[in-house]
Nanobody
Framework: VQLVESGGGLVQAGGSLRLACAAS????????MAWFYQAPGKEREFVAA????????YYADSVKGRFTISRDTAKNNINLQMNSLKPDDTGVYYC???????????????WGQGTQVTVSS
């Protein structure tokens, strides 16, 4: 199983980025796909999750109204549209997959390698 993130980069505060996660190696029907981020010197934090089959979405309070998670079932991709970015959003963003809905890192079975997002003030 592979989860490969892309789309990170450097952006000014108030700008936007779109992250993508390409999933391969198994069927993720009925699984939950999520994005976590890890700021420098801190633990990974939940950002958003989506049920692969139903498309139901869940967000951390800190990103509601700014970030949108979506899935493209034809391409086996998970996307994270990030708008109104803030310097506090800076970190490494990871794609992850779990058989249950969870905001806890240890519940996730598969992880990508991460992509760096840097928001300058």
């Amino acid at each position: 199983v592979q989860l490969v993130e892309s789309g990170g980069g450097l952006v000014q505060a108030g700008g936007s980025l779109r992250l993508a996660c390409a999933a391969s190696g198994r069927t993720f029907s009925f699984w939950y796909m999520a994005w976590f981020y890890q700021a420098p010197g801190k633990e990974r934090e939940f950002v958003a999750a989506i049920n692969w089959s139903a498309g139901i979405t869940y967000y951390a309070d800190s990103v509601k109204g700014r970030f949108t998670i979506s899935r493209d079932t034809a391409k086996n991709n998970i996307n994270l549209q990030m708008n109104s970015l803030k310097p506090d959003d800076t970190g490494v963003y990871y794609c992850a997959a779990a058989p249950i809905l969870s905001r806890v890192e240890k519940s996730y079975t598969y992880w990508g390698q991460g992509t760096q997002v840097t928001v300058s003030s």
